[in-house]
């Protein structure tokens, strides 16, 4: 089946820093993306649909100053926290649309954010 | 609005048992919906959905939408199907968003 890469899988990072993550198609190409984010023992709330050559669309509530998402390329998608703080420590988990007719989402593995 | 409700944190049977994870939704229109599984250690990955009306692994889950029900089930569990279940709701318009239930964890005991 289709694989999504999502890097890094766990990054500690100072409060006030900026964190980027990457999640990719490595074998089809995503027209659309998004970017879950996962507190411990709760389900998946969506943050943004990333579309590949346009603005991503954020979800109610999500910052967009705050979760930069950025969709250069059919095969990539970046999802950058700035000036990160403590409250925004969450697993960060992408997934990838493949766009053919039989269209299937696939998951990346996860980022696990800790904000000190 | 749409939403997705699992009402069971945790499921914990005995091998052999038959398995129930409930699933509810509320939507307008007419639903897509899936289930989607998550193993120890693993990413999440689908498990099946209802308009492809199959069977994967021995679970089946039919569409009512007289209840507004899509539950997971299987007839005898094994102790491999011990993981993490989310049922899912895909969302109004073409984006292809999914809308997650709070999710179930399924513990088969030997």
């Not at chain 2, 048992?17 to 509320?26: F, G, R």
Request: net charge positive; charged share 20%.
């Amino acid at each position: 089946g289709a694989v999504v890469s999502q890097h890094p899988s766990w990054v500690i990072c100072k409060s006030g820093t900026s964190v980027k993550i990457e999640c990719r198609s490595l074998d089809f190409q995503a027209t659309t993306m998004f970017w879950y984010r996962q507190f411990p023992k709760q389900s998946l709330m969506l943050m943004a649909t990333s579309n590949e050559g346009s603005k991503a669309t954020y979800e109610q509530g999500v910052e967009k100053d705050k979760f930069l998402i950025n969709h250069a390329s059919l095969t990539l998608s970046t999802l950058t926290v700035t000036s990160a703080h403590p409250e925004d420590s969450s697993f960060y988990i992408c997934s990838a649309r493949t766009g053919r007719k039989d269209e299937k989402l696939f998951f990346g593995s996860g980022t696990q954010l800790s904000v000190l | 609005a749409q939403r997705v409700t699992q009402p069971e944190k945790l499921l914990s049977v005995f091998k052999g048992a038959p398995v129930e994870l409930k699933c509810n939704y509320s939507y307008s229109g007419s639903p897509e919906l899936f289930w989607y599984v998550q193993y120890s250690r693993q990413r999440l990955q689908l498990l099946l959905r209802h308009i492809s009306r199959e069977s994967i692994k021995g679970f089946t889950a039919d569409l009512n939408k007289g209840e507004t029900s899509f539950h997971l089930k299987k007839p005898f569990a094994q102790e491999e199907d011990s993981a993490m279940y989310y049922c899912a709701l895909k969302g109004s318009g073409n984006t292809g968003k999914l809308i997650f239930g709070q999710g179930t964890t399924l513990q088969v005991k030997p």
